[in-house]
């Protein structure tokens, strides 16, 4: 298998600065309120794309063993 590559690293990254100035921004309806909704989607969003990453590399993976047999 193979490793995250540069651009979903940049993706993620990109991903969590987002969240992170969200939950520091002292705008929003409630700053406890805005904190758990900016803190719960960071972690859903990068489980997201980790799993997608898993996923390829496993069709990836499967394919290759097909093209070898």
């Known amino acids: ?3 995250i590559d540069k651009k979903q690293v940049s993706i993620l990254t990109a991903i969590v600065t987002l969240a992170v100035a969200m939950t520091l921004s ?3 309806m409630n700053y406890n309120i805005q904190m758990a909704v900016a803190g719960g989607g960071t972690i859903m969003m990068a489980m997201m794309i980790m799993e997608t990453v898993h ?3 496993l069709l990836n993976s499967n394919l290759q063993n ?3 047999k």
Do not use: A, E, T
């Open 55 to 57: 996923l390829r590399q």
């Open 26 to 28: 002292p705008l929003g």
């Open 1 to 3: 298998m193979k490793s």
């Open 66 to 68: 097909k093209i070898v």
